[in-house]
């Protein structure tokens, strides 16, 4: 394939199912963020409490523009968070993954895995040649879930992005590349088989 063409399209397995964000998820959505905001403070934006229509219209307005993928993840029938493609740029054939929230009571199961399978999947099944995932620096715990998935550690952007506090962030850069891909699926679908 020489051309990456993502399609906004639900994605699902046996764990989760990832729905495209619309106007009708929008109560479901800001139910399942309005949680937990400590966890927003290293994000660059927040969808918490007062910030969460303004993060609604930024993800709209770019997946009407082409440039991100928003999707509600549910799980046994509920929205517990949401995760994206986003910076998506067809001529480099590159996206990142994330500006992803789990409720607490999902995080550190199966969740992250089946949604990462889903999202990388879609990804390079339709072209993409490189995935990017950035995380706070100081956010220890996102690192060790991304390096855990098999990315390859690209070193940290200085003074990179302001969170919505503004604080002035460096980043963990890390990606997964087109030849990394098979043995990235191999591990997640054994991750997700013990779950079964």
């Known amino acids: 394939m020489s051309r990456m063409d993502l399609p906004v399209v639900v994605l699902e397995n046996r764990f989760v199912r990832m729905e495209p964000l619309t ?10 963020l309005s949680c937990d905001p400590e966890a927003w403070e290293g994000m660059v934006g927040s ?9 609604w219209a930024s993800a709209m307005a770019a997946m009407t523009k082409g440039s991100r993928i928003p999707w509600a993840v ?3 029938g ?7 493609l986003y910076e998506i740029r067809p001529e480099y054939r590159r996206c990142e993954l994330g ?9 550190g199961g199966v969740l992250n895995p089946a949604c990462k399978r889903l999202a990388l999947g879609h990804a390079f099944d339709h072209g993409a040649v490189r995935v990017e995932i950035v995380t ?27 969170t919505w506090t503004g604080r002035v962030r460096d980043t963990a850069q890390f990606a997964i590349l087109d030849e990394d891909w098979p043995e990235v699926r191999d591990r997640l679908d054994a991750r997700l088989a013990a779950f079964a």
Do not use: C, M
Request: aromatic share 8%; no cysteine; charged share 35%.
């Open 78 to 84: 509920l929205v517990v968070g949401t995760t994206s």
């Open 136 to 162: 706070d620096a100081l956010n220890a715990r996102s690192q060790a879930a991304i390096r855990k998935l098999g990315a390859q550690d690209e070193g940290v952007l200085r003074k990179h992005k302001i």
């Open 74 to 76: 549910r799980r046994d």
């Open 47 to 55: 969808a918490y409490g007062d910030q969460f229509d303004g993060w």
């Open 23 to 32: 106007d009708a998820l929008k109560d479901e959505v800001r139910e399942a």
């Open 99 to 107: 500006s992803t929230f789990y409720r607490p009571e999902v995080r």
